[in-house]
Nanobody, 127 residues
Framework: QVQLVESGGGLVQAGGSLRLSCAASIRTFSTYTMGWFRQAPGSEREFVAA????????SYADSVKGRFTISRDNAKNTVDLRMNSLKPEDTAVYYCAVGRRYSSRKTYANKDEYPYWGQGTQVTVSS
């Protein structure tokens, strides 16, 4: 059974930074694409960032490009999201998700390509 546990959310002022972490209990973690999505109240869940199974390829939503960095540690089965220069519009529940094995980069932003999801962690950015 796959379990994902996110941590690191909280309240931060605009311009500040947070680091989200996701610990995954899944066999052969190193073969799966991993992603971060977010959902604000009244909005659809949206893509934030994804990283390939090896960590060699990453993809970001335009709204976070240059401010957020996704990384993974396949030895520890973890994926992190470093968020800098946070804005009030980044306020949302952030979800870690396991994608497909060796998936194509063109599928990274499609939430339907992620079968497993964590419970989410709240990020609130005050102005």
């Amino acid at each position: 059974q796959v379990q994902l546990v996110e941590s690191g959310g909280g309240l931060v002022q605009a311009g500040g930074s947070l680091r989200l972490s996701c610990a995954a209990s899944i066999r052969t973690f190193s073969t799966y694409t991993m992603g971060w999505f977010r959902q604000a109240p009244g909005s659809e869940r949206e893509f934030v960032a994804a990283i390939s199974y090896s960590g060699a390829n990453t993809s970001y939503a335009d709204s976070v490009k240059g401010r957020f960095t996704i990384s993974r540690d396949n030895a520890k089965n973890t994926v992190d999201l470093r968020m800098n220069s946070l804005k009030p519009e980044d306020t949302a529940v952030y979800y870690c998700a396991v994608g497909r094995r060796y998936s194509s980069r063109k599928t990274y932003a499609n939430k339907d390509e992620y079968p497993y999801w964590g419970q989410g962690t709240q990020v609130t950015v005050s102005s």
